[in-house]
């Protein structure tokens, strides 16, 4: 998450309504500065903090540049070492990196990834672009055993010429790179960037982008069917 900018509002929100990410059995958010995001019954959350470059814009196809988007790959470096030494992520079977402005609904993932259980794989979820489906960066799921595999290897991925790549494109890369099984999953996220999709599409993951609180609580609300009002839209909507 990017300190001072919008993703912030968006995080609190989705804390205050325990939803994304926060109805995950863990979670952890983080930025280049620790700040208190909210609370859980009564204790505080917090970001965790990496010192992070500053990132740039890709220019697509110029000293090959594979993204028009931001070339992030070496903040996430950074985000999946700070996660794989705090451990956490290996009580569980499955980690998702997922973007602040995605609309994530998790209860509908873990039907859909049960029968991995305990192989090393990851989802790809764009197949806009030809026979080859890709991984779209605003949902990320990987096995632990997956990125058990990464944290061995990390040397073979990290030689790639990753430097003009998305985090997303170089962790594809590196795990056809390192043996993890792909799981093709064209119908998982709803994504402006490749396929859009209505929030009241039941059979997706995600959705993506939102950028503000309003517009992502309305896309929650339709992802889940609750229609009501509540003070807690009409807060967020100031």
Known sequence: MEPHTYEVPLI???????ASIFACDEFAVISTEKFLI??????????????????????????????????????FLLAWDSLIHGEQIFRHDFVVKVDPDAVFLPDRLRSRVQPHVGRPVYFSNCGKWGP????????????TPALRM????????????WEGWGEDYFMQHCMDAIGVVEIADRNQVGDDRCMAANCTDYTKVAFHDYKTPAKWYDCFKEAINDKRHSQLEIFFRK
């Open 12 to 18: 609190k929100l989705q804390l205050v309504r325990r």
């Open 132 to 143: 080859k489906v890709l991984l779209y960066g605003s949902l990320e799921v990987f096995s």
């Open 150 to 161: 990464y944290e061995k290897n990390k040397p073979t991925c990290q030689a790639m010429p």
């Open 38 to 75: 909210g609370d859980i019954g009564g204790a505080p959350v917090y970001t965790w903090v990496n010192e992070m470059p500053k990132v740039s814009m890709g220019k697509f196809g110029k000293d090959g540049v594979t993204t028009d988007s931001f070339l992030n790959t070496a903040s």
